[in-house]
């Protein structure tokens, strides 16, 4: 059974950096893409970024392009996302997901969903 969970949200002043983390406890048996989406209060889920499990390929959010940066480690069960320069624009509730299948910038596209994780970035 897939369980993710992320960790590492927090209050941020702007322009400073977070680095959040989401341990799959499915993914022993497993090979998927991860992604990272956000939810800020009163809008839609975003897309953020995704990567394939190899690691090999990424995918931004025009948002958060230059800034933010998503890396797996497969011996940890654990995708990542370094989030750097960040904005009061960037507050939200930050999801980690796994294994879509469509248009992967869909939140509808997505089996596995974390709990979130509240960032929020100070002015």
């Known amino acids: 059974q897939v369980q993710l969970v992320e960790s590492g949200g927090g209050l941020v002043q702007a322009g400073g950096s977070l680095r959040l983390s989401c341990v799959d406890s499915?993914?022993?048996?497993?090979?998927?893409?991860m992604g990272w989406f956000r939810q800020a209060p009163g809008k839609e889920r975003e897309f953020v970024a995704a990567i394939t499990w190899s690691g090999t390929s990424t995918f931004y959010g025009k948002s958060v392009q230059g800034r933010f940066t998503i890396s797996i480690d497969n011996a940890k069960n654990t995708v990542y996302l370094q989030m750097n320069s960040l904005k009061p624009e960037d507050t939200a509730v930050y999801y980690c997901?796994?294994?879509?299948?469509?248009?992967?910038?869909?939140?509808?596209?997505?089996?596995?969903w974390g709990q979130g994780t509240q960032v929020t970035v100070s002015s």
């Open positions: 499915g993914r022993a048996s497993s090979n998927y893409p």
């Open positions: 997901a796994g294994d879509p299948s469509g248009d992967y910038t869909r939140d509808v596209a997505w089996d596995y």
